[in-house]
């Protein structure tokens, strides 16, 4: 179980649509017109459930910069949760190199985040032994090794120095690629290998959320100007999450979330097919 952090950017044209400003863009790489969409989801055995989804802002007083934006939301999340009896800090936290910097690992560790897991850049220098040198010099010379218990990719995990974040753990993998990534060890506690790994292996899930939210739910569609803006999203992760709960039952649990989004579309009378497929297990009134 762990908590992924990510955000992603809608291109859009719209001049009256609010928070359209320009962003960086991975998958353009480059800036581009559009929204940008912070959002923090628990995944529970490769299930993506969405807990905070925050369009940033690029104007205002509070809260403008990503790590305001995450400690704001994080904060939220927690007092929330905390009413209802559960410690979020106690799930591990795992976020891309976009929010490395050791202030927002302070301010984490002040939250009561204890594991916290990132991908490590390319413009990091690290001194493992008496050497010191970049991170991608690194992948280059250290050796992983092969696949092993609990680790199902050629790895190498070595405590390393930082001139930014000092002492630290590195966890170096490669994926079925020829490429190497590593990731970093924020956490408060040493780990070993397969934990850091186990607990990384489903931060991808969020990405793949993003898609779903973007080419089967059309979230790139929404028209609709000021507070409507949280209304329309609240519609289009309502209807990912009734596919989900779809997809749970035994005569649907083979589909994909496309497929049962087709076969929803196909059915006009939602009272009908709730009630067919669901009983009482939703108000339909």
């Known amino acids: ?28 790489h480059d800036v581009v017109r559009g929204q940008d969409l912070l959002g923090i989801v628990l995944t529970i055995n490769h299930i993506v459930l969405p807990l905070y989804l925050l369009f940033c802002p690029k104007q205002g007083r509070y809260n403008t910069t990503k790590a305001d934006l995450l400690i704001f939301m994080l904060s939220r999340l927690k007092t929330a949760c905390a009413l209802e009896g559960v410690d979020i800090t106690k799930i591990p936290l795992t976020m891309d190199s976009w929010f490395v910097s050791q202030p927002l690992r302070e301010r984490l560790y002040r939250l009561g985040f204890t594991k916290i897991i990132i991908a490590g850049k390319s413009n990091y220098t690290f001194t493992i032994g008496k050497k ?36 630290l753990i590195l966890f170096f993998f490669r994926k079925s690629t020829t490429r190497s990534y590593y990731l970093m060890n924020f956490s408060q506690e040493s ?11 489903q931060h991808h899930l969020i990405e793949c959320f993003w ?75």
């Open 1 to 28: 179980m762990t908590l992924s952090i990510d955000n992603s950017v809608m291109d859009r044209f719209g001049k009256l649509l609010r928070c359209t400003w320009s962003w960086l863009s991975g998958r353009h």
């Open 191 to 201: 780990m070993r290998g397969a934990e850091i790994w186990h607990i990384w292996q």
């Open 132 to 167: 010191k040198q970049t991170a991608p010099e690194w992948k280059k010379e250290l050796l992983l090794d092969d696949p092993k218990w609990g680790i199902d990719v050629p790895s190498y995990r070595v405590w390393a120095q930082s001139p930014t974040f000092g002492s």
């Open 211 to 285: 898609k779903s939210l973007k080419s089967i739910f059309h979230i790139r569609s929404m028209q609709l100007q000021g507070n409507g803006l949280y209304t329309a999203l609240l519609i289009k992760v309502l209807a990912y999450l009734l596919a989900l709960r779809m997809k749970a039952r035994r005569e649907f649990s083979k589909w994909t979330i496309t497929q049962i989004m087709r076969y929803l579309s196909r059915h006009h009378d939602l009272r009908d097919f709730m009630t067919a497929h669901f009983q009482n297990a939703f108000s339909i009134t």
